[in-house]
């Protein structure tokens, strides 16, 4: 069996987002990873704190998730260490309507983990400066 490249990492992750499989999704996130999540206030840097997160967010009515993918970008920087960067859009329902976030983010994945995802932030992309 092949390792997965860093963008089938993410093209997994966005699939386990799509579908609301919190396991799927916590199984590629180191035991000591980082989280700054998109829509909370709060690092989230432990396997709990993590399943909470994404319980609640996949909770969200229509939940949805896409990449743009000129906007990926792909580093390799050693010894099976990659960073990602780019821009997703976040789509679910609040209050019955379905809403777009627009969201920044960054990966760093250490492929010789079985859970590859060290590090991960996410945030809005503000509207104005």
């Known amino acids: 069996m092949t390792q997965p490249t860093p ?4 093209d997994q992750w ?5 579908n609301a ?15 700054i999540p998109t829509f ?9 704190k993590l399943r909470e997160y994404f319980e609640q967010l996949g909770s969200r009515p229509e939940l949805s998730i896409a990449l743009h993918e000129k ?5 390799d ?3 099976q260490l990659y960073t990602l960067g780019g ?3 976040w789509r679910f329902a609040v209050d019955g309507e379905v809403l777009n976030f627009e969201a920044r983010f960054s990966y760093v994945m250490n492929l010789s983990k079985p859970n590859p995802i060290v590090h991960h932030h996410s945030s ?4 104005t400066l």
């Open 7 to 10: 963008r089938e990492i993410l």
């Open 77 to 79: 920087l050693s010894n």
């Open 14 to 18: 966005m699939q386990a987002v799509n």
């Open 40 to 48: 909370s206030n709060r690092t989230r840097n432990t396997p709990e």
């Open 87 to 89: 821009i997703y859009n």
């Open 21 to 35: 499989d919190v396991e799927a999704l916590l199984n590629l996130y180191d035991a000591n990873a980082v989280l």
């Open 71 to 75: 906007t990926l970008i792909v580093q």
């Open 124 to 127: 809005q992309i503000p509207r």
